[in-house]
């Protein structure tokens, strides 16, 4: 369960979060969507704890998230599974060394180095992050090194390293962003098939309108900071979509312009 209550934040004098609420139930996959600039990277690393709100609370779990304490801090996080846009990997390790840096969160040696630990974990992480290569289909490159992969099976790298971690909740910022329509479809394909069928609630943020619609059930907008629409994803309507998207004045000018 994720539970964002009245949440602000300011950037260089902007009201980026403005007063966003939502409430995430445990195994839902909720899609968020909103205009470049809206807060949703904001509001993902507000939920992770690498963005300190101005006020407002968020709930992961059962505990409400303490910004200043550095252990409440990598408690959530241990909790929380991150896909990227850009994957956020380490291009020089092999997928499985960075597959099983994904168990890092969840030693409590304090380690965090890969160069210094890849040497103490244990056969049971090995194994596991082997069977995780294995569930996203790319076992065959495990040895290999990720900046020889490709933009999807680096995806499949960072998927398997975030269930490394047993998160109780995924945060996908724009997952598909970088890659072909072919490899967008496999890699949502199998984000929706860790939701369905472990269970591990969902927030991805997506900016492909249809995608949203033909996969999920839920949606939330964003718009300058405020939650503007937050339902079934059927309910969205053409006015819901021009409200969220609208031009600013000068880009309808603009778009007038090379219309002529
Ligand atoms: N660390 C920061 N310092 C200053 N301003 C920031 C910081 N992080 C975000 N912002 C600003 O906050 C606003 C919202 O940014 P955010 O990245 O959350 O938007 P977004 O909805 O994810 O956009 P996009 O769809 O382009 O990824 C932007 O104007 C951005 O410049
Ligand atoms: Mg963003």
């Given at each position: 369960m994720v539970k964002i209550e009245n949440i602000k934040k300011?950037?260089?004098?902007?009201?980026?979060l403005d007063g966003a609420d939502m409430l995430v139930r445990k195994g839902e996959a909720v899609a968020l969507i909103g205009p470049s600039g809206s807060?949703?990277?904001?509001?993902?690393?507000a939920i992770n704890g690498f963005v300190v709100p101005d006020s407002g609370k968020v709930i992961v779990g059962d505990k409400e998230i303490n910004y200043k304490n550095k252990e409440s801090l990598r408690q959530t996080r241990k909790k929380i599974g991150m896909i990227y846009q850009l994957f956020n990997l380490v291009e020089r390790a092999s997928?499985?060394?960075?597959?099983?840096?994904?168990?890092?969160?969840?030693?409590?040696?304090?380690v965090n180095l890969i160069s210094s630990t890849i040497g103490l974990f244990h056969k049971k992480e090995r194994d596991n992050a082997m069977e995780l290569l294995k569930f996203v289909g790319i076992e065959d490159k495990a040895f290999e090194r990720v900046d020889r992969l490709s933009g999807g099976q680096k995806q499949r790298v960072a998927v398997a390293r975030a269930l490394m971690q047993d998160p109780e909740l995924l945060l996908a910022d724009e997952p598909i962003a970088n890659l072909d329509p072919k490899t967008s479809r496999k890699i949502l394909d199998l984000l929706l098939r860790i939701?369905?069928?472990k269970?591990?609630?969902?927030?991805?943020?997506?900016?492909?309108?249809?995608?949203?619609?033909?996969?999920f059930n839920r949606?939330?907008?964003?718009?300058?900071?405020?939650?503007?629409?937050?339902?079934?994803?059927?309910?969205?309507?053409?006015?819901?979509i021009h409200d969220i998207y609208e031009f600013e004045e000068e880009n309808v000018e603009e778009t007038r312009c090379l219309a002529a």
């Open positions: 300011r950037f260089s004098g902007r009201d980026v807060g949703k990277t904001t509001l993902i690393r997928a499985l060394e960075n597959v099983m840096a994904g168990a890092l969160g969840r030693l409590d040696n304090g939701n369905m069928e269970g591990i609630t969902m927030i991805c943020v997506l900016h492909h309108l249809d995608t949203v619609t033909d996969n949606v939330v907008a964003l718009k300058n900071g405020s939650i503007c629409f937050d339902g079934e994803t059927h309910n969205l309507t053409h006015n819901h």
